[in-house]
């Protein structure tokens, strides 16, 4: 081992890069030279450890420099030789990707967004509540007292054993049939003006078929007022089929019955699969239903302690999956609920 | 509620051009869905607060109102004059008795029959409205129950004891066999009808057997009552019997109807030549009803509606539903007809109005916001985040139910008492509100990985419930390849792509989460477990769980062995308590100004030595300027004693202030290697 041994090293070197004229061949100086196993600079440097201890230092640093220049030049070779790579080092661009991994929020969840985005741009405020009730929020104070017909219209699952609520309230009793207990939730706790929208999971007994699960997904919507008027109501769900359906709709009001609004009415918009002439997806009528609505029941403000002289409101309530229904042009609500990733994935991101 | 139009037309003045499909329409867009046309007959569907319209009259006055209302001059039958609680003659010979005030008027008349088929027109009509005929006599009371809404019910007087009849609570365990041959056991909460010794009938629900009309009857009591809504749909519920009568009781008969009623059916058995009337009219009317007054204000339903409705439009309007409106000033007094017992103030008047106006007709406008807005809930923004977030990390979302198997719920709950059961579930598949994400979860990475789609990544955020209430947490599941690519093997996931999602979520609440050893997770692989901590104030709060799920939990859903599945839970709740404490935005910290250096140090440590006390040990031994500590290769195998394994790590250091020396940092990688062999007996790798 000597200095001069290290000089023969970087020789060979600079003549093996000289010879080298593709990626490959640069390669394989690289490996001659570096590899941690084989390469010829690591034997040299593993064999100073052999060397008289007098002389290790020096060799040691001329052995890394030789070890640094070496890098250097390959590396500066290795630009040159990208900057001007023939045809035959191509890489091959029809391989597939190494795409990064990305998520799709749930459709149900995008039309939920899609919903409550419409109505924050009105300046509602989005609110959340709990999925059991008690029977006070859920049916009594909607003007729904125990044994009241309408109780049936909503057949209701009821939990073994109270649960207790987590502000001290009325212990939970049963699951939420529908989203409207959120109207008497925010009033009880905020005097008017009320411009709200209460997103969230319902629960009815109903059993499986292709439009109707025992759990969906509802939004309610509230506005009180000293003046709201039925007209407000319209102009307001009139507004949002527009902005929801991004075009213009034709839409219908059907009076209709619900305890806790009077009046009460169902929002129809005109069947874009057959504009109005009637098709499958509109069951030959021309109009599907989206919605039900209403000026709010004198009855439920007295309940909750609102002067129902001095206040009006309207309320309404939407089912998220008939309009996803819609929206996606799927014929049968289970699809939400299997997580079919071939069915999530064409769903847009 | 079917009817046939021509039926209707007997009590409506409606424009002959009007066909089937026209008038239902009409009838449609004043709030009574249209279920189905038949030929003559429209099957419209009856919202629970019209019960005046399960009747051809009711669904009249509709028609009418809706084509128009009542043109001057038509002659549009009202219900026979009965004078209210008058008597008409002498009493019938059976004594009737009320002994509860469950049912508020009981009429009854007596006629002699002959019971036999009903003429064709007659069991056409009621075939056409989906009731069998009977006989003449039955046939007679489902007809008037059709036509004005009054259910009736004929008794055999031979088969009463007495004969008289008694309406009172039943006596417990009191035996009566029903029309439709049940036997039926009753309560003291169930009104009967009872003659001198039994019950004979369920008020309101259903006569008995015994005192059946049949072939060798000869004389009828007829009965016509009204009994009181939520004692008939009690009695009705808990019998599990539902009949055209209860169906109309439970929602509100018309009070004053029950005379009318008997009027009707009496006429129609000596029409049809079914038999006569046999003496008087016992009528048991206790408290009659008083009159119902309601006063509608003008400024009241223009601020309702939006919408000015013309003076005469809402004369006409009321007054073609039966309601006697007296125009006060610019208001009106308004007498609210018997059968309208939805109506009870001013509200239900103007949708009255409104519906027959036509809410189609009343201009849209906007509400004005008089006050400023609110941003969404935090829980409501916080949620939208976190999905983003999940999303963008390559998770897709889901969405399972919230009602599960117990069965599938038990190994995800603290114990099974603090699950919550549904009393009544649809089925045993939906029997318990979930106490975690992860079984849904799993069921849906199942049902995937069943249909050959391997590589499975899924969240959801949500309620879970325990007896201690609900609770909202993100849950997620991993299965399959981690990146897939032609390039590289696959290599599938395992704990630490679960535990990255922990922390990514953390790390978007503001908090950093710790992992620990879980011993007790029922769900997990043993030792492929960890429990996840946040630093609460010094204190160390459990957030959630991540782990390796049990193959008997993945092969019970059809998964084969050999698939590993990961997955975790964060508590929502805790989560946000904690940032509650740290409410205010987090502030940015200024970039460092001075370099870093970095030293690497690979060490020898016993296998069951925890990277977390290695780190916490260098931690302890390093000066302030260490800023950061991270594991970058852990091996085992050629050139490492058994029992140990090799540990990389590199040490960055930094000073806010200047640049650090090379003797500093030298010194304070020999204090960390001296410390280390001392704590832990590790060795010094060389390179
Ligand atoms: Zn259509």
Redesign the pocket.
Same mark, same amino acid.
């Given at each position: 081992m000597a200095a001069s041994s290290i000089e023969d090293l970087s020789r060979q070197f600079r003549a093996a890069l000289d010879a080298a004229s593709s990626p490959a061949d640069l390669k394989a100086v690289r490996d001659d030279f570096l590899s941690r196993k084989q390469g010829r600079v690591t034997a040299l440097v593993k064999s100073i450890a052999t060397a008289p201890p007098e002389e290790r230092r020096a060799l040691g640093s001329l052995a890394n420099a030789l070890k640094q220049d070496i890098e250097e030049a390959l590396d500066a070779r290795d630009a040159v030789m990208l900057a001007t790579a023939g045809p035959k080092d191509a890489v091959d661009v029809s391989l597939p990707a190494r795409r990064p991994w990305v998520g799709r929020r749930h459709p149900l969840t995008q039309v939920r967004e899609r919903v409550e985005d419409i109505f924050m741009a009105m300046g509602y405020q989005v609110i959340v509540g709990p999925e059991i009730e008690d029977d006070w929020h859920n049916f009594e104070a909607l003007n729904m007292p125990a044994s009241h017909p309408a109780r049936d219209m909503q057949d209701t699952l009821y939990l073994s054993a109270p649960v207790p609520a987590p502000d001290n309230g009325r212990a939970a009793t049963l699951l939420r049939t529908h989203t409207s207990g959120m109207q008497i939730r925010y009033m009880e706790a905020h005097d008017p003006p009320v411009r709200i929208i209460a997103p969230g999971r319902v629960y009815r007994r109903d059993n499986f078929d292709a439009t109707h699960t025992p759990m969906f997904t509802q939004v309610e919507g509230l506005v009180v007022d000293e003046h709201i008027s039925l007209g407000d109501l319209k102009g307001t769900l009139n507004a949002f089929a527009e902005e929801f359906f991004d075009a213009k709709v034709t839409t219908r009001f059907r009076p209709s019955f619900f305890p806790y609004t009077e009046p009460s009415a169902e929002l129809d918009v005109e069947?874009q &699969?057959?504009s &109005?002439?009637?098709? &499958?997806?509109?069951k030959?009528t &021309?109009w599907?239903e989206i919605l039900g609505c209403g000026m709010v029941h004198p009855a439920v403000f007295e309940a909750v302690g609102y002067d129902a002289n001095r206040y009006t409101g309207f309320a309404f309530g939407m089912g998220i999956e008939r309009l996803a229904l819609r929206l996606y042009g799927v014929d049968d609500i289970r699809m939400f609920y299997e997580n079919d990733l071939r069915f999530l994935e064409q769903i847009a991101l | 509620m079917k009817a046939p139009v021509s039926w209707i037309r007997e009590f409506a003045d409606l424009p002959a051009s009007a066909g089937v499909n026209d008038i239902a329409a009409a009838v449609a867009s004043v709030g009574f869905e249209v279920a189905g046309i038949e030929g003559d007959v429209i099957d419209f569907e009856i919202t629970a607060n019209r019960p005046d319209c399960l009747s051809v009259r009711g669904l009249a006055r509709e028609a009418r109102t809706a084509f128009g209302g009542q043109s001057p001059g038509s002659r549009v039958p009202g219900l026979p004059a009965v004078a209210r609680n008058a008597k008409v003659g002498p009493e019938s010979e059976v004594p009737v008795t009320i002994e509860s005030e469950l049912c508020g008027r009981y009429a009854l008349a007596l006629a002699d029959v002959t019971v036999g088929p009903s003429p064709a027109w007659l069991a056409d009509r009621l075939t056409a409205c989906g009731i069998r005929p009977i006989n003449n006599v039955v046939d007679v009371t489902n007809y008037v129950l059709l036509e004005i809404g009054q259910p009736m019910h004929a008794f055999d007087v031979a088969r009463l004891a007495g004969p008289e009849i008694r309406v009172r609570m039943a006596r417990a365990g009191e035996a009566l066999t029903t029309l439709d041959r049940q036997a039926r056991t009753l309560d003291p909460s169930m009104l009967v009808i009872a003659d001198a010794a039994r019950a004979v009938a369920i008020a309101g629900v259903m006569g008995g057997a015994t005192s059946e009309v049949s072939a060798s009857t000869s004389r009828i009591a007829l009965e016509s009552a009204w009994f009181q809504p939520a004692s008939v749909r009690a009695t009705s519920k808990r019998l599990g019997l539902k009949t055209e009568a209860s169906a109309r009781f439970e929602r509100g008969v018309d009070l004053e109807a029950a005379t009318a009623g008997l009027a009707c059916a009496l006429d129609l058995l000596e029409r049809i030549g079914a038999g006569h009337r046999l003496g008087g009219i016992t009528d048991r009317y206790p408290s009659p009803a008083a009159d119902r007054a309601v006063i509608l204000l003008r400024s009241r339903l223009d601020r309702l509606l939006g919408d000015q409705v013309p003076d005469a439009d809402v004369m006409r309007i009321l007054t073609s539903l039966g309601f006697v409106v007296t125009p006060a000033g610019t208001d009106w007094h308004i007498r609210v007809p018997s059968w309208r017992v939805d109506v009870a103030r001013e509200a239900d008047l103007i949708e009255e109005v409104g519906r027959h106006w036509g809410v189609n007709r009343v201009p849209a406008t906007f509400p004005a916001l008089r006050t400023p807005p609110h941003r969404a809930d935090a829980a409501v923004l916080r949620a939208r985040r976190l999905r983003r977030l999940l999303c963008g990390a390559g998770l897709q979302e889901a969405v399972t139910f919230t009602f599960i198997e117990q069965a599938a719920a038990e190994p995800f709950a603290s114990d099974s008492a603090s699950l919550v059961t549904i009393a009544n579930p649809l089925s045993e598949k939906f029997a318990v509100l979930r106490p975690s994400m992860l079984p849904g979860l799993l069921d849906a990475l199942s049902y995937n990985r069943r249909r050959d789609i391997a590589d499975v990544r899924l969240f959801e955020a949500g309620s879970v419930f325990s007896t201690q209430g609900e609770r909202q947490r993100v849950g997620w599941v991993l299965s399959g390849a981690r990146q897939v690519h032609w390039s590289q093997p696959l290599a599938d996931v395992d704990l630490f792509d679960a535990l990255g999602v922990a922390e990514l979520l953390a790390g978007a609440f503001g908090v950093t989460c710790r992992s620990e050893p879980a011993a007790d997770a029922p769900w997990c692989v043993p030792g492929r477990a960890a429990a996840l901590f946040v630093d609460d104030g010094g204190a160390s709060k459990y957030v959630g769980i991540v782990g390796q799920l049990l193959p008997t939990l993945t092969s019970a859903r059809g998964l084969p062995a050999g698939v590993t599945v990961v997955g975790g839970e964060l508590d929502l709740h805790e989560l946000i308590d904690l940032q509650g404490a740290n409410a205010a935005p987090r502030r940015v910290t200024p970039l460092p100004r001075h370099p870093s250096v970095q030293r690497d140090l690979s060490i020898l440590i016993d296998a069951g030595l925890p990277a977390a006390a290695v780190r916490g040990t260098i931690q302890a031994n390093a000066p302030a300027t260490l800023v950061d500590v991270r594991e970058f290769d852990r091996y085992h195998g050629k050139g490492v004693p058994t029992g140990q394994v090799s540990l990389s790590l590199r040490l960055t250091f930094r000073d806010r202030d200047r640049t650090l020396t090379d003797a500093e940092v030298q010194q304070a990688v020999e204090a960390i290697v001296e410390a280390l062999t001392r704590t832990h007996g590790t060795t010094l790798r060389g390179n």
């Open positions: 069947c &699969g057959c &109005g002439r009637g098709c &499958g997806l509109c030959h &021309g599907i | -």
